[in-house]
C-alpha cells in the first residue's frame, strides 16, 4: 500500500475505543538519555478524542504468564487525532518501561487503557496560565501546550522546565519554535547543574521566588499546573505559598490512593476476626472465573480477586487509571474513585475493583 493510499478524512473514522483496539506502534523516537517517545495509531481505522494532558494505561507483556500495567501521561496533542505519543523515562528499577525500551518496536501491539484525568487546562478555564516541570514531568504540559500552538496560538501560557543538567531538558528545541510562534508565550529553563562543555549560561539551582518572578513576573495572577518528582512539587507548593498564591489556582499531577474509608470506620465494620458477622461478608462471583469468594468487611473486588486466583489487571490501584474496569452484573457496591472511570461507563454497570467495596454479594464478569 502506498502512503497515499492510507489517506482518509476525520469524518471517515470512528473514534478509538480502548475496548474492542489495540494501539500498533508507528514510531520509537530517542529524546535525551534513558527517555524515548513511543507513538502509536490504531489498529484499525480510527482517530483519538482526548484532552490535553490526560493518560493512558499500556498493558505490556513483560512475561508471557502476567502482563505488566504503567499508566503514562500523553505527551501528544488532540489536536493531531491520528496518533498518540507517550514519553517515557526508564529508571534504573525501571520493568515495564526497560521492556519497552529494550523490545517494543513499529508495528507491535500493545493493549490500552483510556484516556483518562483531569490533570488539563480544559477542566480549569483561565485567561493566563503558568506551566511548571521537572523531568519527564514535562510530558502534559507538551500536551497542554501543542494543543494551544495549534488551536489557540495567541494564548498567554508561561513555561518554566527544569531538570538536573542541560542534556535532560526534554523537548528543549520544540519549546524554542513554538515560543517564536507564540507571541503570548513566554519560556524559562532552569537547570540544577552543568559542566563546563554544557556552554550553560541559564538560571541555576531549583525553582525559588526569585525565579519564578524573573521568569513568570505575574505568577501570581496565574492558575499553575505543576508536574515532577514529589520532592519538586513540595519545592514549587511551599514557594507559592510563602509568596501568598491563591493555592485554588494551583494543579498538580499526582497519583494518589482513592480516598479509601476511615481505618477506624472498618475497624468498627469488620471488628476483629473472631468477631467479625457472617452476616456482614459478602459473596463475591467472578462469573468468567467460574469462581466464587468470601469478601470480609472492607475489603475491595480487587483484594477479593487476588484471594481466590482470579486475575483483574490493575496498575495504579488508587482508582485513576481505569485499568481494573471491569463490568458488575449484579449486585451493590460502595465505589470510591479518583475519576478513573466516566459516567457513562458507570451508567452501562461498570466499575473500578481497586475501589469497590461490596455491599451484600456481588456477581462480576471477570
Not at 74 to 92: C, I
Not at 202 to 226: I, N, Q, W
Not at 283 to 300: D, H, I, L, S
Request: glycine letters at 8%.
Amino acid at each position: 500500500m502506498t502512503i497515499a493510499a492510507s489517506f482518509q478524512h476525520l469524518d471517515e473514522l470512528k473514534p478509538w475505543n480502548d475496548r474492542q483496539h489495540l494501539l500498533e506502534c508507528i514510531s520509537v523516537t530517542a529524546e535525551a538519555p534513558d527517555v524515548m517517545t513511543f507513538a502509536f495509531r490504531s489498529n484499525k481505522p480510527g482517530w483519538f478524542r482526548y484532552l490535553p494532558g490526560q493518560f493512558v494505561t499500556l498493558e505490556l507483556p513483560v512475561t508471557p504468564e502476567e502482563p505488566v500495567m504503567r499508566t503514562y501521561t500523553l505527551s501528544s496533542s488532540p489536536s493531531r487525532p491520528f496518533s498518540v505519543a507517550v514519553t517515557v523515562k526508564a529508571q534504573k528499577d525501571s520493568i515495564g518501561t526497560r521492556w519497552m525500551f529494550d523490545h517494543l518496536k513499529p508495528g507491535m501491539t500493545l493493549r490500552a487503557f483510556g484516556a483518562l484525568g483531569d490533570f488539563t487546562f480544559v477542566r480549569y478555564p483561565a485567561e493566563k496560565y503558568l506551566f511548571i516541570s521537572a523531568g519527564s514531568g514535562v510530558t502534559p504540559m507538551m500536551s497542554m501546550t501543542r494543543w494551544m500552538a495549534d488551536c489557540t496560538p495567541q494564548g498567554d501560557v508561561a513555561f518554566i522546565s527544569c531538570a538536573r543538567r542541560p542534556d535532560d531538558l526534554l523537548f528543549r528545541g520544540e519549546l524554542e519554535v513554538l515560543s517564536a510562534h507564540m507571541p503570548n508565550m513566554s519560556l524559562g529553563f532552569i537547570v540544577e547543574g552543568h559542566s563546563p562543555k554544557d556552554s550553560w549560561h541559564g538560571l541555576r539551582g531549583r525553582v525559588d521566588g526569585t525565579k519564578l518572578s524573573l521568569l513568570a513576573p505575574d505568577f501570581l495572577e496565574r492558575t499553575v499546573f505543576c508536574c515532577g518528582p514529589e520532592p519538586f512539587m513540595r519545592g514549587v507548593r511551599e514557594t507559592l505559598k510563602s509568596a501568598g498564591f491563591d493555592m485554588a489556582q494551583y494543579h498538580e499531577e499526582s497519583f494518589q490512593p482513592a480516598n479509601a474509608p476511615d481505618p477506624a470506620e472498618l475497624a468498627i465494620r469488620a471488628g476483629s476476626a473472631a468477631t467479625v458477622d457472617p452476616a456482614s461478608v459478602s459473596n463475591v462471583t467472578f462469573a468468567m472465573a467460574g469462581k466464587q469468594a468470601k469478601c470480609q468487611p472492607g475489603q475491595t473486588i480487587l483484594q477479593t480477586a487476588r484471594s481466590a486466583g482470579v486475575r483483574i489487571g490493575a496498575a495504579c490501584e488508587g482508582g485513576l487509571c481505569g485499568t481494573c474496569r471491569v463490568m458488575k452484573i449484579s449486585g451493590e457496591v460502595e465505589m470510591t474513585h479518583n475519576g478513573g472511570i466516566l459516567d457513562d461507563e458507570i451508567d452501562e454497570g461498570y466499575i473500578l475493583a481497586c475501589c469497590s467495596r461490596p455491599i451484600g454479594d456481588v456477581q462480576i464478569e471477570a
